[in-house]
């Protein structure tokens, strides 16, 4: 059984950081391309970073090029978030997903197993 959770998310002031978990199991972690997407009430769900599988390359919303950092461990079977420099509008809940693709993509197009999400809140 494929399964996504999420965990690492919360409440931070703005300038802080947060690392985000996302755990896999029920399939192979090292044939799949993981985005990292949020949403916040009332929008779309938006690609934040996702990471290819088969050359290593990833990709990031230009909102958070340079503050944001996702990266892989194959042994625990899990992909995380460094989020560094957090802005109110970073304020939403977190979801990770997995896609066939082998390169990364920011599209929700794709993705076909999905966590529950975890919240992260930035407010002084």
């Known amino acids: 059984q494929v399964q996504l959770v999420e965990s690492g998310g919360g409440l931070v002031q703005p300038g802080g950081s947060l690392k985000l978990s996302c755990t896999s199991s029920g399939f192979n972690l090292n044939y799949y391309t993981i985005g990292w997407f949020r949403q916040v009430p009332g929008k779309s769900r938006e690609g934040v970073s996702s990471?290819?599988?088969?050359?290593?390359?990833?990709d990031y919303a230009d909102a958070v090029k340079g503050r944001f950092a996702i990266s892989r461990d194959s042994a625990n079977n899990a992909v995380y978030l460094e989020m560094n420099n957090l802005k109110p509008e970073d304020t939403a809940v977190y979801y990770c997903?997995?896609?066939?693709?082998?390169?990364?993509?920011?599209?929700?197009?794709?993705?076909?197993?999905w966590g529950q999400g975890t919240q992260v809140t930035v407010t002084s």
């Open positions: 997903a997995r896609s066939g693709s082998w390169a990364p993509h920011l599209s929700t197009v794709g993705y076909d197993y």
């Open positions: 990471s290819g599988w088969k050359d290593g390359t990833s």
